[in-house]
């Protein structure tokens, strides 16, 4: 039984690697901020790279202020936004929204390119919580790119401690270079993390074996 513990570890293991590697996790601090408490943790899955933002909603009544961006350039440049963006022109703000950099940042719009998401535990975003924005690989063309994020928190836009423009990296403004932006490494090589049956099947056939010869032992 002993060895069909440590096989279901392995297995426990291996498939924690298949399916992600957390490259990143942040707190308020990292924002340069004392007025808000959150989180944001970076993940990089096999296909896809998520930004999860979770606001701790004890610290004030979340209120249509409320959202985060999510800027993403490239070695020279930035090229895009994408999020919640509170006070936005010409959208709705509930909606997730998305704009482009051409020498300067275009007109916001709620219709967003193909392999990128943002959700949130609210179906009115602005009044979330939890945010997830979610970008597939083939998007960054599989080359390395840079990020930046701006999370905005407001208790019904009333003066107080709740209140908050918190911006990473620290000093990160809209109108940053590049090289303000936080590089980030991906890896598009679908062979070199194994998806969970590849893993899963083999392991737990090993296990099975291993209870068959141990009642056969006992």
Known sequence: MKKILTLLAVL?????MA???TTVELDETDFGCTEAQFDVTVTEYTTYVEWMVEIDPSIAPISSATGVQLAISDQTAPVFILGVMPGEGGIDDSQPAYKEYSGGWGPATNALPAGMSVTGNNADLTKATTFTIMIDKTVFECESFRWAMNVVIDDDNDPG?????????????????ACDYVPMEISCDQGEIPEFPTVALPIAAIIGLAFVFQRRKD
């Open 19 to 21: 399916s992600a590697a």
């Open 12 to 16: 426990i293991s291996l498939v924690g």
């Open 161 to 177: 401690p709740d209140n908050a423009q918190c911006k990473y990296p620290i000093g990160w403004g809209w109108s940053s270079p």
